[in-house]
T-cell receptor, first 113, second 114 residues
Framework: QKEVEQNSGPLSVPEGAIASLNCTYS??????FFWYRQYSGKSPELIMS????GDKEDGRFTAQLNKASQYVSLLIRDSQPSDSATYLC?????????????FGTGTLLAVQP | EAQVTQNPRYLITVTGKKLTVTCSQN?????MSWYRQDPGLGLRQIYY???????DKGDVPEGYKVSRKEKRNFPLILESPSPNQTSLYFC?????????????FGDGTRLSIL
């Protein structure tokens, strides 16, 4: 079973700190990796996408990918209370006849004022 | 405005009464899919369509049907809804067939089957 795993949390950080969210995946042929943010009862919204090993930065967000370790992470610098949400890691699965995005169950982030 | 539109947003209905949730995107995307989201289980794919000619099952297709007669629309059909299909449903679309670009999500449809 191809899976994407995340710690469910909650991950609690003080305002202004760095939040570190982690994700591991099992499908070695995966090529595209995404982080989504989801507020309760709302639809997922894209935060970052990453396709090659290394770091990718966008404002306060940095995505890190290590394909050898099958690991992808999201760092949020200067965390704000508005960042409190569930963060979903998603990985494309192209093995065999499948072509779909597999989501982790998400990590709940709570930023304390 | 580029968007994925789902209707209805909320629906309460009874067991066995056929229903359709519509999904339409105005971005000329090739790939469309349906997910359901349940507490503790995350987003699970029901069906997906790589393009107008290709539709395939996701991880939880039982009890659902879809059709992709035209690129922009991808309705989800529950022929005989049951209470275990009570869930939050999302439609999503992506530009390319092979998910090398992010998916855009609709606002969701909350279904309650009594």
């Amino acid at each position: 079973q191809k899976e994407v795993e995340q710690n469910s949390g909650p991950l609690s950080v003080p305002e202004g700190a760095i939040a570190s969210l982690n994700c591991t995946y099992s499908d070695r042929v995966s090529q595209s990796f995404f982080w989504y943010r989801q507020y309760s009862g709302k639809s997922p919204e894209l935060i970052m996408s990453i396709y090659s090993n290394g770091d990718k930065e966008d404002g306060r967000f940095t995505a890190q990918l290590n394909k050898a370790s099958q690991y992808v992470s999201l760092l949020i610098r200067d965390s704000q209370p508005s960042d409190s949400a569930t963060y979903l890691c998603a990985v494309n699965s192209l093995g065999g006849a499948t072509n779909k995005l597999i989501f982790g169950t998400g990590t709940l982030l709570a930023v304390q004022p | 405005e580029a968007q994925v539109t789902q209707n209805p947003r909320y629906l309460i209905t009874v067991t066995g009464k056929k229903l359709t949730v519509t999904c339409s995107q105005n971005m000329n995307h090739e790939y469309m899919s349906w997910y359901r989201q349940d507490p503790g289980l995350g987003l699970r794919q029901i069906y997906y369509s790589m393009n107008v000619e290709v539709t395939d099952k996701g991880d939880v297709p039982e009890g659902y049907k879809v059709s992709r007669k035209e690129k922009r629309n991808f309705p989800l059909i529950l022929e005989s809804p049951s209470p275990n299909q009570t869930s939050l449903y999302f439609c999503a679309s992506s530009p390319g067939q092979y998910l090398n670009q992010p998916q855009h999500f609709g606002d969701g449809t909350r279904l309650s089957i009594l």
